[in-house]
């Protein structure tokens, strides 16, 4: 199993990134090539670009640790675990942790890439957004 | 009115591919008729020897290093420089039609235009252009694309299912079950990646891209001037030709090409002597590319593999040779045979049998680094054809595209016009070429720069997963023109290793500055 990690420093709080990652009907707002995330309980369907549908089961979303896992149980992938997990950087800014464990490996390097892609796209959006004014203030 | 240009470029060709350039197995009439009418260049080298990297040195005229795809399956952003964009700017029409691979193949989200465009219907869509306005992707307000088959959703695999449906399963299936490159083997010899392929000859990629292209340019109004990039997949493997075309070239009369050793000794200890990584790829125990088959092992190549390997290969050279001339025709049918400049040339060569081993890899020799490149000018600016001997870049292409469409080279490239003769090359300082790799595949990592200069071939290792940083390889390209001997640890040219070493190093070009990220293995 390979194990793929991407990690990126954001110019906003834990709790400002959280509200993203934490809400998991809302991956397709900032994961490119995810166009719908329909959630039931702990299970997700995303539906990418490419018109692929891949059935997801979430294993965790702790708002406290702020760690949100997932597993991909599409038949092309034999296993995989997906985590993000959001923590303080110092000075209002966050460092989120993109990990994908997939068997095939090959499938590893697929998926962990395009998280890693998202990464930047979560940083674009939440960065080019007026900084909430509770934060401003503090 | 002015110039016009076919640019057309193969995958993975070797420069002995041709008999122009001394090739004996394929029959290559239209290249050679080129060559003859032109410039043909007997040193050209890319700036990297794998497909991404090298196609995007095409088109930004920039080394590696600066457009920062580093390897196969790092994407170049949209709004790279293009020297497609910059001549649809003043006026060209401009087409790419056949494999691009900017961005990576396997995409099961979607997220990448090349693998979106055939399924959106549209010839290109609007993107940002690196000087900060938008315009057709790249530069190209028409895209068709193909590749190795038919496992991308590209436009040829959707003609294919409007065409011939069943067709689609008669390639080689370039993926295994793990979704790793196949490394099954087929033919009469089980080599790898050789596969009998019973697709109708005119239903084939080479075809299918010579035909889209001559349906392109013959949308265009007469006077449009205009720049057509036809890139075929082939001869990159899998070395599955059309069957029906086999006979063209027995694998049983082709000769073991000069560049693999006859004996597993010789072989052996030619690559013992190398930098590691050589060897143990050889034994199936280090696979730092992508491309070459996890599962193959080069020790277990045949004589006789390698002749089929060889021979499937000439038959499709021989397929694109016979399509650029139907395009050439094409093109003389719409009365524009005078003011074509036409530039043929590959992304990068393949190992072919070579020390024993098929495909590439960080191998920094002839085999990957020695490519076929001619320019046939347009006939009406009555430049005398020519050999040059010097070594140029395909960094060096995007210029030369610029200056025969009349346009000053943009500042952002980093190579020179091609010259038309060595007096021409000696008077404007062709005096050496850069290549790189760098990759980094679950975590075995290999860099390599490497010069060529003064009939010299010099790689310096960077450390990495097996190299400790003190590796190199110097081939003296006369004495040893098969590389199979490296000068570095020879106290005799211990002056010259030291003068190409730091001449390298000075002369690295200035890096990107935001790294890019590997999205897909390919």
Redesign the interface.
Known sequence: MALVRREIVIARTPEDVWRAIGDPAAISTWFPGIVTAEVNGASRVITTASGLTMPEEIVTNDPVRRVFEYRITAPLIKDHLGSIEVTGAGDDRSMVRYETRCEPDTIALVIGGACGNALHELRRQLESEPVPAAAEEA | MGRKILFITTDQQRYDTLRCNGGTVARTPVADGLAAAGIRYERAVPQSVVCMPSRSTILTGQHPTTHGVWMN?VPLPVDAPSVAALLQRHGYRTALVGKAHFE?Y??????FTE??LA?LGAETVEQPWADGSTGPHRGFEHLEFATHGTAA?LHYTMWLWQNNPSAIGMYYPV?DP???VNGAGGGATGAPQVHDNPIPREQYHTDWVADRTIGWLNSLAAGDDWFCWMSFPDPHHPWDPPKSELSRVDWRDVPLPAGYPASRAEREAILDAKPRHWRMWYDGTLVSN?EAPKTWVPATLTDDQVREVNARNAVEVELIDEAVGRVLRAIEARGWAGDVDVIFTTDHGELQGDFGLLFKGPYHVDALMRLPLIWRPAPSAAVTPDVVTRPVGLVDLAPTFSAIAGIEPAGWMQGRVLPVSDADAGRRGFDSVLTEWDSDL?GVDVHLRTITRDGWVCTAYRPGYVHDGSEGELYNLTDDPLQQFSRWSDPACAAIRSDLVADLWDSQPPARAEAL?????V
């Not at chain 2, 990220?517 to 293995?521: F, I």
Request: aromatic residues 18%.
């Open positions: 399956g990576p396997l995409d099961p989200f979607g997220r693998n979106s399924r959703p993926l793990a979704y790793n992508y679950f990220e590997l999205q897909a293995p």
